[in-house]
T-cell receptor, first 120, second 113 residues
């Protein structure tokens, strides 16, 4: 159990286009999901916290209009990189917090396999 | 400014020996620490954690030590097995209700048969 999928696993796009990345919790419901970004040999940086039915909370320095997050159901959150540019090329990874568990919130966060984005 | 640092990008260890992965942090508000393991093409998976009120937590072959005064934690794996070869991330949380995680940059562990 506790499987999180991401689609696509990798994407190449032209500068100026928009790219949508999906994060799905396959066998549990997740009111809260997280979006991270990782540059080569660097840590996973939290971009935003996505809450079902409400607006996402963005970390300082992350442009809301650039990285649109929609969490319309308890099993799906999407991240849209709008008007992508080469500097947006990165590895994007999501995690979902299992609503069922009563354990520590940190330990019940399950990660997807990530999406590699390359903007030409 | 990285609040969680893993200064060794890689570590190689012989099968059967001990692997020691290190992590340092700067934010004194952190009160919970976790280690994640990541295989290629997969997301990180939770391995072991420790609360700031403890200095040691053990789970089978994995032990995490916390030195609060030095703001340092380490993960010991003994005996190391080839299947332990992966990237290990240290993470910390604290100070906020959302319990968000702050990650280190990871250490690639290679266990040689």
């Amino acid at each position: 159990g506790a499987v999180v999928s991401q689609h696509p696993s990798w994407v190449i796009c032209k500068s100026g286009t928009s790219v949508k990345i999906e994060c799905r919790s396959l066998d549990f419901q997740a009111t809260t999901m997280f979006w991270y970004r990782q540059f080569p040999k660097q840590s996973l940086m939290l971009m935003a916290t996505s809450n079902e039915g409400s607006k996402a909370t963005y970390e300082q320095g992350v442009e809301k209009d650039k990285f649109l997050i929609n969490h319309a159901s308890l099993t799906l959150s999407t991240l849209t990189v709008t008007s992508a540019h080469p500097e947006d090329s990165s590895f994007y990874i999501c995690s979902a917090r299992d609503d069922r568990t009563s354990g520590r919130a940190e330990e019940t966060q399950y990660f997807g396999p990530g999406t590699r984005l390359l903007v030409l | 400014d990285q609040q969680v640092k893993q200064n060794s990008p890689s570590l190689s260890v012989q099968e059967g020996r001990i692997s020691i992965l290190n992590c340092d942090y700067t934010n004194s508000m952190f009160d919970y620490f976790l280690w994640y393991k990541k295989y290629p093409a997969e997301g990180p998976t939770f391995l072991i954690s420790i609360s700031s009120i403890k200095d040691k937590n053990e789970d089978g072959r994995f032990t995490v030590f916390l030195n609060k005064s030095a703001k340092h934690l380490s993960l010991h794996i003994v005996p190391s097995q080839p299947g332990d070869s992966a990237v290990y991330f240290c993470a910390a949380s604290g100070g906020g209700s959302a319990r968000q995680l702050t990650f280190g940059s990871g250490t690639q562990l290679t266990v040689l048969p």
